[in-house]
């Protein structure tokens, strides 16, 4: 128990046992809907036969989601235990897997935050409401079984009361959620994590800052990364991450090459600030190809893009650094976002001119707290990359938040929505079917982000305002196989408590194009049902394909060698790490 991480003692997995628990409210849903009964006995048979079956299997379900819950009870009380033994006895902060300092007697801002009596309420809290979301299952689909057995319900009927269940789960849910939220809280622990991370990210630029600017420019071992790959901004600045990172594993100097930039003639500098402040220009020697002869001691090395690297250096991404793995791995829930949004904050600095520009143009959109960040990507990204959605796909879960928010906070003086989108009769749509919401557009942003307009100054500027804001808001609502979605959802990490919770996409999990095979882990075992699930054993890995977001993943079981879908709520994702050397 020593080895565990901070994030049973903050609570988070209980919000994750409720979270499991939602998803039998979306099978609810995604089955609702039924033919109304015919007047051919054998086909009504049929149709209860299998609701039945149905709600035998949910049943089935609700009972692994708690004893999930269940299991995590006792780990949870050992970790408290350690927790109390560790301050009261002044042990070092290495006594328990170096997750927390010991408290000091200077009011040192890194010590642990200490519980008490309100901590243990909350707990208590978490605990009974997940005994009643069991309770309430329990009993309602004992009554409908009833129901079933003793009459014939219509459609519509059975609609009914399925809906109904689905609602009194989601009323469940936001309370023990903000419970749970409000127990990760508890003690100061928030403004700790935040504190940590923030210690975390200056000592990481820090780092980046001495290797862009050596002593002796002239000599120094550089990585040479142009600038001009053939796709969008959110792809092309991902790009840059990439050869960031390559630089910071392999202790060089990250040199980019924007000449003739497909954006600006300016290049990189007319909207940022430089990379380096003394090394930008890449010297006269020879340069060698990444991955060649000899090119581990050259001076100069370019590399390609990530999709054509024949060999991949474990310290793709994914990874994280090594030397930061037990402490960045502790504080958040998924640690190489918050990696790469800290390179992409330091990457994506707007020069003085821009940042005014920028600050004048929040002031006039009215960017405020609370808000819900919401992009939607369409025009030439539909039927090749992504799928349609809906405006009203994306606002389930905006009113979620403000429900949510409203139980904690009270009811906010306005629900902002923050809309950046390519199309630009979107604002006009979601004000005319939502008006209980005031949305934030740049509608000049949206215009200009059309594909005749895309690539120009205004496009360019326009983009990169549209992802800082939506780094800024709340919660963020898009699609992640946008990388304008996912350059926003790695910016929001920094300068913030754990923010990797803070979203929901419509369609991918997150990933970085070209990265190292993303993986989780068993924590649970798990039976399959049927020829088209995993059997899991705690310890298994498993190559995750997809989250189908109804509390199953899809994936390939390294143990078995076959995909299948799987619980996600009985695994956790790999975090893989790395030794980097940046020369430090």
């Known amino acids: 128990c020593n080895t565990m991480r901070l994030r049973l003692f903050t609570g988070k997995h209980f919000i994750f046992v409720c979270l499991a628990i939602w998803s ?16 051919d006995e054998k086909s009504f048979s049929w149709t209860l036969k299998d609701l039945r079956e149905r709600i035998n299997d949910l049943k089935l379900q609700s009972d692994k989601i708690v004893l999930f819950s269940d299991q995590l009870k006792p780990m949870y009380e050992e970790l408290l235990r350690l927790r109390h033994s560790a301050l009261s006895s002044q042990l070092p902060a290495s006594s328990i897997g170096g997750q927390f300092a010991t408290a000091s007697r200077n009011g040192d ?16 809290r978490v605990q009974d409401g997940i005994r009643e979301v069991r309770f309430m299952l329990n009993g309602q689909l004992a009554k409908l079984r009833k129901e079933l057995s003793e009459k014939r319900p219509s459609a519509s009927e059975i609609d009914g009361r399925l809906e109904g269940l689905a609602e009194s789960v989601n009323e469940i849910i936001r309370l023990v959620g903000v419970e749970g939220e409000a127990l990760a809280e508890a003690g100061g622990a928030a403004d700790w994590r935040r504190r940590r991370l923030s210690r975390l990210q200056t000592e990481l630029v820090n780092r980046i800052v001495k290797l862009q600017n050596p002593q002796q420019c002239q000599s120094a071992k550089k990585l040479i990364c142009n600038l001009n790959k053939g796709c969008g901004f959110g792809c092309q600045a991902h790009h840059v991450l990439y050869c960031m990172t390559l630089a910071y594993a392999t202790g060089r100097t990250f040199v980019l090459d924007s000449v003739n930039w497909r954006y600006s003639r300016g290049g990189w500098t007319s909207v940022f600030e430089p990379l380096s402040k003394t090394c930008t220009e890449r010297g ?92 939607v990507r369409r025009t030439d990204k539909i039927g090749s990359e992504a799928a349609f959605h809906d405006i009203s796909e994306y606002m389930v879960w905006v009113e979620e938040f403000y429900k949510t928010y409203e139980l904690r906070h009270g009811r906010p003086d306005k629900m902002r929505v923050l809309l950046a989108t390519d199309d630009a ?37 326009g983009v990169i305002s549209d992802v800082l804001l939506l780094s800024k808001t709340d919660y963020l609502v898009c699609t992640f196989s946008s990388q304008v979605c996912r350059l926003a959802y790695e910016l929001m990490q920094v300068g913030r408590d754990d923010s990797s919770d803070r979203f929901h996409s419509l369609d991918d999990v997150y990933y970085f194009g070209g990265q190292l095979p993303l993986e989780v882990t068993a924590r649970f075992a798990h039976k399959s049902r049927d020829s088209s699930e995993l059997d ?14 109804d509390g199953y993943s899809l994936g390939q079981s390294r143990r078995l060698g076959r995909n299948g879908l799987f619980p996600a709520y009985k695994t956790e994702l790999v975090v893989r790490k790395a030794e980097m050397r940046p020369g430090l």
Request: glycine share 8%; no cysteine; charged share 20%.
């Open 24 to 39: 039998l409210a979306l099978i609810y849903m995604s089955n609702q809907r039924f033919e109304a009964p015919a007047e």
């Open 109 to 124: 801002s890194m010590a642990a935050p200490r519980l008490d009596w309100g901590h243990e309420r909350l707990r208590r």
């Open 284 to 375: 006269s020697a020879g340069a060698k190809q990444w991955g060649s002869t000899g090119a581990e001691d050259a001076q100069l090395v370019e590399v390609p893009i990530i999709d054509a690297m024949a060999h991949k250096p474990p310290y793709l991404p994914q990874a994280i650094p090594a030397d930061l793995y037990e402490e960045l791995s502790g504080l958040h829930g998924n640690p190489f976002v918050w990696f790469a949004g800290v390179l992409l904050n330091y990457i994506m600095r707007p020069n003085a001119a821009f940042q005014r520009q920028l600050d004048d143009n929040a002031i006039r959109l009215g960017f405020a707290k609370p808000i819900v960040g919401v992009q």
């Open 425 to 461: 009769n979107l604002l006009n749509e979601a004000a005319r079917r939502y008006p209980a919401y005031t949305f934030l557009s740049d509608t000049s942003s949206s215009r200009s982000a059309s594909v005749r307009d895309r690539y120009s100054d205004g496009g360019l500027r």
């Open 536 to 549: 899991l054993s705690p310890g298994d890995v498993i190559g995750l394909a997809g989250n189908h977001w």
